[in-house]
């Protein structure tokens, strides 16, 4: 029961790429209305939106594996369960096998969920301690009224278990889900996702909270299940190295959008957007010839309600051009990482130079009048600024900062700072790879999309 | 070679449950030298953790800690951890021994000022420092793992995960300690964050000469981080000595499994251990790992393997190691011990982890 064949090499993959489209989704977004504080309560507007998902467009076709990746708060979940009708998509539509299902209430949707799976990620938490394996298996079957009587639906339950491994079958159906371990747990939670025979399986992070030596079990297990049942699976996660191996499609995911989409293999050989290099880069592997890059990109994945002009990556990116996006927020940044490291003396002193560092953490400024410090004038500020992008202009890696930076200038008192207008970046095919990026550096030449 | 600043010697930590002790740590023994970082890797269940909380003397009251673990303060004498009185460990804590939690989310009160953890920390260790003094070294802490001044105020809930993370380590450093155990430092962390703060973990034996003890299962961030490693199974150290060494050429069948099982960039095909670690109630006889051990022969099943030095300096505890080092030991396995050792059952998911 040791290693099985490579399913990819077993031409399973390349059965993928003819199936008709099973699930497509075009403008999809999904907004979640912040609550705001106690005004906006009582005035009932809201205070903003966390763009889950922003803007998403995507074909699932059938015996395909999709691999939705990304860090924590890059919409992947929330995209899988729209795709399958657990979240109210706000705009847009998914179609499954033609039928908008954004469109359909939950009484639409009922007869659809058998067919559209899902299995969460933590196996602890998505079985009821209190139900025992054959009820717990077999609820699907009652809730969509598969079966006729008891004989078959215990028939039923006792196949799924030997489906998923859990043999012999008369051992585990008596069992509350305390009495299994996770490995265990996750194979009954896949028992019951495949029991009414569905299509589609979005598997959210279904090995993450597994030992390590349980991962490749279930990992296996899911490849045998596609292959005897003919599924689709859409799996969400963050761990690159599962997903190279898992999926035949990949779509890196940050802040909401997908900033690259395409066949498995060529986006890991081949990475075209400067988020998928980096987080490949980042992984740590047991490989001692291998080490991380002295530079990963700076800080972590930004506020959704509050995301970053033109390309949201742009803050992290060290290739970032000049229409990326930059904004007042950056420059407070860039201020802030170059006093953590000056002496605090020296840091304090330029600190002075600002009336408020603070006023420069509002969103969406593209133009800036920063107020001087006490005792300071505009010009001290320029000066200063000046100094700085001299001073980067000869430092190794280049700070891409300066490059979105129009023009300084003093103005009624302010030191004003003009930042090249954002363009938001899309998604557009890089010729004879099948790969899609959103990157203003791999635009095809003569582009101009969107200002 | 510089002395140990931390020795371990035959250490044991059992808990007592109804049915017979669990044997989580069953006689350890490492050596941590000053500005090293030891990885400590193996499955779930193995006394990883169990490992890192005897040493610094935080085992629940309930466990018996037998064995050595023998503290040396620079250029003092040692002192043997293990039957302090809680007050004495107490004291040594910050100064010399910190921790390094995992899930940084939990581990900082919320209704505490990130000023207000510093303080504590430093007034618990350090009485009647005064106030400006606290504040220089809180803040040259969160300086040196790259927080701003302005957040020195702020609440843990204004902060992400990395963040918190990073924090946590300023908590554990701003007391100078000569040693410190993180326990899974990075494991809720996203793989990006997580990267940064092996790069933060890495630098500290470069720029601090604290020594490190790292558990993880990742043994991606131990190739990435540390010096040495360990490897652990059912309560024992099976392998152990530099990291690079270990993983290039992994000796004890065992770490070249865990090796084998990790879904990696370069994974081709998903391989598996069988079973899962073995109940530490009631650990199987001879070699701990024999029931899952693919090239197990009939003698490890009975006969407990010595520990092996093998010329690159690794420690192995195998007998296919051990006979081939001294051909002679291969009579202590008896007649028929090197025979391969027939499956003994099936190993099924019912024993899966």
New interface residues.
Partial sequence: MLTKPDIEESGEGAAGDVGEALVEASGLEVHFGLRGGLLGRFSGRAAGAVRAVDGIDLTLRKGEVLGLVGESGSGKTTLGRTLIGLTKATAGTVRYRGQDITALGERGLRPLRRRLQMVFQDPHASLNPAMDIRTAVGHPLRIHQLVADEQEYEARVVDALERVGLTPPERYLGKFPGDLSGGQKQRAVLARAIIAEPELLVADEPISMLDMSVRAKILQLMLDLKRDLDLTYVYVTHDLASAKFFCDTIAIMYLGRIVEYGPTAEVFANPQHPYTEALLAAIPEPDPERALPRELPRGEIPDAARPPMGCAFHPRCPVAVEACGWEARDLRTLLENRWLELAPEAATREKSLFADVESLAVDGLSTVAIAPGRGHSPEDVLEYLRHLREEASQAEPREPFWRGVVSMHAESGRAVVEFAPPRDPRLSLIPATGVQVACHLREPVGSTTGT | MTEPVLSVRDLRVWYGTDRGPVRAVDGVTFDVRPGETLGLVG??GCGKSTLGRGVLGLTPPAAAVDGEVVLRSPGGAGRNLVGLPAKEIQRLRGPELGLIFQEPMTRLNPLMRISQHFEEALRAHHKGLPKQEIKARA?AAL?GM?????RYGSYPHEF????RQRIMIALALVLRPAFIVADEPTTAL???????I??ILADLRKNFDTSLVLIT????????ACDRVAVMYAGHIVEQGD??EV??NPQHPYTRE??R??????????????G?PPDLVEPPQGCRFHPRCPVAMRGCATVEPPEVVLPTGVVSACWQQAIEADPALADELGPGGREPLAAVKEI???D??
């Fill in positions: 499955e779930s803040l300086r790259g927080i701003p001044e302005s992400s995960g990395g963040m996203d793989v990006l964050v997580e990267a940064q092996i790069k299962h990742n043994l991606g961030i131990v190739a990435e990291a690079r993983f290039a865990l090796l099982s990790t879904i990696s960039l370069s994974t081709t095909g998903l391989h598996f251990i069988p899962s099924s998911v019912a899966e982890a």
